[in-house]
């Protein structure tokens, strides 16, 4: 079964903080993997996707295959990051672009 | 400007009510689509198209209906709400040749 797991609904932590944001997921194919970023009252738009290897914003995310993770990371915490993150895997069959989504985790980041 | 609009963003409404949730993107991309979300919980698709006359159901069975008669426009329609349907309803879109997907603001859903 093709499932994306957020395990933390809330992460509080701290501004200058490591950040580590957590995402399993489950695929029996080659995953293409995505976090998607939600600004309070802004629209949920794509962070980083696992292809490109960027940083966007601090963050970057490696995937692991043997752990089958996605973990976002961010070394120090901005205020600004404070938002919802889903991470979300592309599948389905037949070549059209699904996306199965976490639950999400919320990030507080305080002052 | 070129962007993904929903309308309305808010609904209350009562049971047995006929309603239709619209969407329309101005940027010109060809696959849309319709995701349900409950507070706290993953987006579910619940309606995709790959272009214009193709619609296709998603993952989590849905009591609506979508159309795509035009490239812009994708409605979701109920034609009977009941309390069940009660959610936050995202519309997104994608251009030909990626696969970022672009929201829209969302519909949030009341049934009483």
């Known amino acids: 079964a093709q499932r994306v797991t957020q395990p933390e609904k809330l992460l509080s932590v701290f501004k200058g903080a490591p950040v580590e944001l957590k995402c399993n997921y489950s695929?029996?194919?080659?995953?293409?993997l995505f976090w998607y970023v939600q600004y309070s009252r802004q629209r949920l738009q794509l962070l980083l996707r696992h292809i490109s290897r960027e940083s966007i914003k601090g963050f970057t995310a490696d995937l692991n295959k043997g752990e089958t993770s996605f973990h976002l990371k961010k070394p120090f915490a901005q205020e600004e990051d404070s938002a919802m993150y889903y991470c979300?895997?592309?599948?389905?069959?037949?070549?059209?672009?699904?996306?199965?989504f976490g639950a999400g985790t919320r990030l507080a980041v305080h002052p | 400007e070129a962007d993904i609009y929903q309308t309305p963003r808010y609904l209350v409404i009562g049971t047995g009510k006929k309603i239709t949730l619209e969407c329309s993107q101005t940027?010109?991309?060809?696959?849309m689509y319709w995701y349900q979300q409950d507070p706290g919980m993953e987006l579910h698709l619940i309606h995709y198209?790959?272009?214009?006359?193709?619609?296709e159901k998603g993952d989590l069975s849905s009591e609506s209906t979508v159309s795509r008669i035009r490239t812009e426009h994708f409605p979701l329609t109920l034609e009977s709400a009941r309390p069940s349907h009660t959610s936050q309803y995202l519309c997104?879109?994608?251009?030909?040749?990626?696969?970022?997907?672009?929201f829209g603001p969302g519909t949030r859903l009341t049934v009483l």
């Open positions: 997104a879109s994608t251009p030909r040749g990626t696969d970022t997907q672009y």
């Open positions: 695929y029996s194919g080659s995953p293409e």
């Open positions: 198209s790959y272009g214009v006359n193709s619609t």
């Open positions: 979300a895997l592309k599948g389905g069959s037949g070549g059209y672009n699904k996306l199965i």
């Open positions: 940027m010109g991309h060809d696959k």
